[in-house]
């Protein structure tokens, strides 16, 4: 029956081998899973209509590019949300939608998930994995719940209460530039990038007990920092270099990979210095050390550090949660105290109360630098900043993709993938 079949198909007898059998098989699998590829973004996109959708830039790019890494862009994401308040519907390339959640109620619905339902996105975060490796920011699981554990001591007060120090030293630096900028005739200044290049500072001095200087000279590390930053925002608006292959094919993607290289190798030489102090010294002597510079970096809490087991973090892992705490660290609190500038900037009666504030506090102090204790002390500043982040949060965006199906409070369904 079979061979009359292939026949009457014009194959002749001889079609009827296994090997052009498993071919059609084969053929017909494909076939299968191509039209349940196709079924599912249908289906998909049928059940996603019920969120409002802006209109594309073209079919084959969807609304990729609508919103760019600049000033324009921050304006364009503040009139999209004001346009659709609840959340709304956006394509990445032809095939792949996303739903963005605004209200803080709808948001609420999937940060309230299990990480099981609402795992994070690897779409969107997959360009920082060469550079920031199985850190905090992208591991799941057993192991983002065993590093999380681990890692919360190393955010102690007793360890962050010294960082003030720190903190007042990188802060002095920058304001002396400004100063010596002002002098010059300098009326205008970016400040994210001073307050980047402060933020870095600190970091490193807490992170590595490295000071580079990069406020005031380039810093091949930080350099590479800032450089890496960029490639990975770059990245994200570019369809076809989400495909590794193709992406360090380009001169972008190889400037990624040097940059990477240079990264990791300061962080591994830092901790593979301190693991030749460590046995030298004995971890207690090694303690006894610090306490007298009051100070223990976010090295030595990730080397000292052990679970119930005993097991200690490798060296892979120490270097992924320090990238990561850079990375993180750096670019938010940037952000952040921007923010809080800018908003003070636009409302100089709120920034007349907050200096007043400080400086009533102050008085005649010598330094005049803020210290631990004083930073409950400061009720408005702290509304001022409290708010400023509720306006303008450091993080824009939180990227989660659904394992089910997820209800929001008006009724409107996410579906599952």
Do not use: F
């Given at each position: 029956m079979l061979q009359l079949s292939l026949s009457w198909l014009g194959l002749g007898p001889l079609a009827a081998s296994p090997w052009l059998l498993l071919l059609l098989l084969g053929a017909s699998w494909l076939l299968a899973r191509f039209l349940a590829w196709i079924y599912t973004i249908y289906d998909k996109s049928r059940r996603l209509r019920c969120f409002p959708q802006p209109p594309k830039r073209n079919w084959f790019w969807g609304h990729l590019g609508l919103v760019t890494p600049t000033e324009q862009g921050m304006r364009d994401v503040t009139q999209l949300v004001a346009t659709y308040p609840q959340g709304f519907r956006t394509w990445l390339g032809p095939i792949h939608p996303l739903v963005t959640l605004c209200h803080p109620d709808m948001v609420r619905a999937l940060t309230n998930a299990s990480a099981a339902v609402a795992p994070k996105d690897m779409i969107f975060y997959s360009s920082l994995k060469p550079w920031l490796g199985d850190g905090l920011l992208l591991s799941a699981g057993d192991k983002w719940s065993h590093h999380r554990r681990l890692l919360t001591p190393a955010f102690h007060f007793n360890i962050l209460k010294p960082y003030m120090k720190i903190f007042n030293d990188s802060v002095n630096i920058m304001h002396a530039k400004w100063k010596r900028l002002a002098s010059e005739g300098s009326t205008r200044l970016d400040m994210f990038e001073h307050i980047s290049l402060m933020t870095l500072d600190s970091l490193q001095k807490c992170v590595f007990s490295f000071d580079s200087k990069c406020q005031e000279r380039p810093s091949e590390y930080i350099a590479a920092i800032l450089e890496l930053s960029a490639l990975v925002t770059k990245r994200h608006h570019q369809l076809f270099l989400y495909i590794d292959f193709l992406y360090y094919l380009t001169p972008d993607g190889q400037r990624f990979r040097r940059a990477c290289r240079l990264v990791h190798d300061f962080t591994d030489a830092v901790i593979q210095e301190r693991r030749r102090t460590l046995p030298d010294q004995g971890v207690e002597d090694f303690l006894k050390a610090k306490a007298r510079t009051k100070t223990l970096d976010f090295i030595d809490v990730l080397l000292l550090t052990k679970d119930e087991d005993g097991k200690e973090l490798s060296d892979e892992d120490i270097r992924a949660e320090a990238d990561t705490f850079m990375f993180e660290g750096h670019d938010t609190t940037a952000?952040?105290?921007?923010?809080?500038?800018?908003?003070?900037?636009?409302?100089?009666?709120?920034?007349?109360?907050?200096?007043?504030?400080?400086?009533?506090?102050?008085g005649d102090r010598e330094p005049q630098e803020i210290e631990w204790d004083d930073l409950a002390q400061l009720p408005f500043l702290t509304m001022c900043i409290k708010e400023s982040l509720r306006l303008h949060p450091p993080v824009t965006v939180i990227s989660r993709c659904c394992t089910q199906d997820i209800t929001l409070p008006d009724g409107r369904v996410i579906p599952k993938g």
């Open positions: 952000s952040g105290l921007s923010w809080v500038l800018y908003n003070l900037a636009r409302h100089p009666e709120y920034q007349e109360r907050c200096r007043q504030e400080v400086q009533q506090l102050l």
